[in-house]
C-alpha cells in the first residue's frame, strides 16, 4: 500500500488550493505567492526527507527563508492597502545571504533561518497590537482578518521554536529525531500558514477593532474632520459605494484624496463610530428601503452589500433595535 509522506500531502494540498485561485482569479498576487511558496517548500522537504533527493536538501533553506517576508508583506498589503514593490528590495537580502551561508558558513544557516521566522513573526504580531486599521481590508469581515494573521504570525513563530528543538534532540546524541520534527512541525507551519492566509477573510477589514466604545459620545472633530466627513457622506450617498461588499478603507480614502488615517480619525471623531459601522449604517439603510418593498430578507441582505448572513443580522439588530424578520413583521 502506498503511504504519503505528510509533506508531500501537505504539498499537493496547498498546490490544488493555488491552481483552484488562480483559475478563479480571485485572490491577490502576494498570497497566491505566498501560498505556492509554502507548497514549495512541503515538496522540497517531502524530496529530502523521504525520497532522499540531494538538491532538495539545498534548495530547502534559501525557499524557507523566503515565507517570513513574504508573509509580512503580504499583510502589509491588507494592513496598509497596498503593496509598495520598492520595500521588497531589503526583504530579498535574506535568501542571498541564506546562500552565501550555505557555501561559506553552513553552520550559521539554522541561525539566520530561526531569526528570520521569530522576527517576522513576532513583527506582524506587533504591527497587529499596534494598527488600528487594515485599511487594504474588506469592511465586513469583522475580527477575522486580525485573528487570521495572528495565527500567521504565531505559526512563524512555532516553526522557529520547531529549530530550537531540533538543536535540542541533536545536542542529546538524537540526529534521528531531526527529520521527523521538520516532516511534522514543519508541514503543520506550512499548512497553517497557507490555508490562514488563503481565507478570503484574511483580506477582510479589521476595521471592527477600532478602540471606539460603542456608546460612546464621540469626541470633538475639527472644522477640517467635519468638512472631510461632509464630502465622505455626499460620495456615499451620491455613488452608492456602500453596496460594493468588497469596500475597503483604502479605496474610500483614494477616493477623497486623504491618507487613510486621516479617514478613520474622522469618523472615528466626528460619529463616534469605526469605519465599518459607520459603512454598515448606510447598508442597512439601503437593506431597510428593500425590505419595505417588499424583497425577502435574503435578496435584501444581498443588495445592500452584505453577504455573510450573521454579519448582516448582527448590523441590522445594532441600527434598527429589531432583527430582519421582526422588521419585516412590524412593517407588514
Same mark, same amino acid.
Given at each position: ?27 491577490? $498576487? ?22 532522499? &533527493? ?10 524557507? !527563508? ?17 503593496? @509598495? ?10 535568501? !542571498?545571504?541564506?546562500? #552565501? ?8 544557516? @539554522? ?8 522576527? *517576522? ?8 497590537? $499596534? ?5 487594504? =481590508? ?13 495565527? &500567521? ?39 497553517? &500558514? ?6 478570503? @477573510? ?17 469626541? %470633538?472633530?475639527? !472644522? ?20 460594493? /461588499? @468588497? ?21 472615528? %471623531? =466626528? ?10 449604517? *448606510? ?13 425577502? #430578507? ?23 433595535? %429589531?432583527? /430582519?424578520?421582526? *422588521? ?5
Amino acid at each position: 500500500m502506498l503511504t504519503l509522506p505528510l509533506p508531500m500531502f501537505v504539498a499537493l494540498l496547498l498546490g490544488f488550493l493555488v491552481v483552484s485561485h488562480l483559475w478563479a482569479r480571485d485572490r491577490s $498576487g502576494l498570497f497566491l505567492a505566498l501560498i505556492a511558496v509554502c507548497a514549495l517548500q512541503a515538496l522540497l522537504i517531502s524530496l529530502a526527507q523521504h525520497y532522499g &533527493v540531494d538538491f532538495a536538501r539545498l534548495l530547502q533553506p534559501v525557499v524557507a !527563508v523566503v515565507i517570513p517576508p513574504l508573509a509580512w508583506m503580504t499583510f502589509q498589503s491588507v494592513a496598509q492597502g497596498a503593496f @509598495d514593490p520598492r520595500r521588497a528590495a531589503v526583504h530579498a537580502l535574506l535568501p !542571498v545571504g541564506i546562500a #552565501v551561508c550555505l557555501v561559506f558558513l553552513p553552520m550559521a544557516v @539554522d541561525v539566520l533561518l530561526l531569526i528570520a521566522f521569530l522576527g *517576522y513573526g513576532i513583527a506582524i504580531l506587533m504591527a497587529l497590537h $499596534g494598527q488600528g486599521n487594515l485599511s487594504g =481590508a474588506r469592511l465586513q469581515s469583522g475580527p477575522l482578518p486580525r485573528q487570521l494573521w495572528r495565527g &500567521v504570525g504565531a505559526l512563524l513563530i512555532l516553526s522557529a521554536l520547531s529549530d530550537v528543538l531540533i538543536a535540542g534532540v541533536m545536542i542529546m546524541g538524537q540526529p534521528a529525531l531531526r527529520p521527523i520534527i521538520i516532516s511534522i512541525f514543519t508541514s503543520f507551519t506550512l499548512l497553517g &500558514v497557507g490555508l490562514l492566509s488563503l481565507s478570503r @477573510d484574511a483580506e477582510g477589514p479589521a476595521q471592527a477593532f477600532e478602540k471606539t466604545a460603542n456608546n460612546a459620545e464621540p469626541a %470633538k472633530a475639527t !472644522v477640517a474632520q467635519t468638512e472631510l466627513i461632509a464630502r465622505l457622506d455626499a460620495l456615499m450617498q451620491n455613488e452608492q459605494l456602500y453596496l460594493d /461588499p @468588497d469596500l475597503t478603507l483604502a479605496r474610500l480614502a483614494r477616493r477623497l484624496h486623504v491618507p487613510v488615517k486621516s479617514l478613520s480619525s474622522a469618523i472615528n %471623531k =466626528a460619529s463616534g463610530q469605526n469605519v465599518s459601522r459607520y459603512v454598515n449604517d *448606510y447598508r442597512i439603510r439601503a437593506a431597510c428601503a428593500e425590505l419595505d418593498r417588499g424583497e425577502p #430578507v435574503t435578496q435584501a441582505m444581498l443588495a445592500s452589500g452584505f453577504n455573510t448572513k450573521s454579519n448582516f443580522n448582527r448590523e441590522f439588530t445594532r441600527v434598527t433595535g %429589531k432583527t /430582519p424578520s421582526q *422588521y419585516v413583521n412590524s412593517t407588514a
